[in-house]
């Protein structure tokens, strides 16, 4: 499925990253350790040099006002560790649309997954 232009405008350019693959496919490039190697990603994912993982199992929004979350996510822009789309508040995605951070990594033990919201492009590392 074609992303929309409108909703992937809405996230900044990357300079010098790879062209957009927009076929629909989920995108499985090469990654070493938490160093990035792409072959053929979005260039949100291709920006991303380092994965970042949470400094803590918990959301910090969640935790500011007593709720539960389901799953964790981390923001590969700034580092926060937010809950998935499953959990009530959907903070992650929240965050991703406001502040304009376009990457998540799951934060989740053993699970090693990337995914980009304006590109709905998934990659594993």
Not at 61 to 86: M, N, Y
Not at 90 to 101: E, N, T, V
Request: with cysteine; hydrophobic share 35%.
């Amino acid at each position: 499925m074609p992303v929309s232009r409108d909703r992937h405008d809405a996230y900044p350019p990357v300079p010098g990253a790879p062209s957009v693959n927009r076929s629909g496919l989920r995108l499985r490039p090469t990654w070493r350790k938490c160093h990035v190697v792409v072959n053929d990603a979005c260039i949100h994912i291709a920006a991303v040099s380092e994965v970042k993982h949470p400094l803590r199992a918990e959301c910090s929004e969640c935790v500011k006002i007593g709720a539960q979350w389901v799953h964790l996510r981390t923001c590969q822009e700034c580092g926060v560790t937010l809950c998935c789309d499953s959990s009530p508040n959907q903070h992650a995605s929240k965050h991703a649309r406001a502040a304009r951070h376009p990457v998540i990594a799951s934060a989740q033990p053993a699970e090693r997954w990337l995914y980009c919201y304006p590109d709905e492009a998934f990659a594993e590392y």
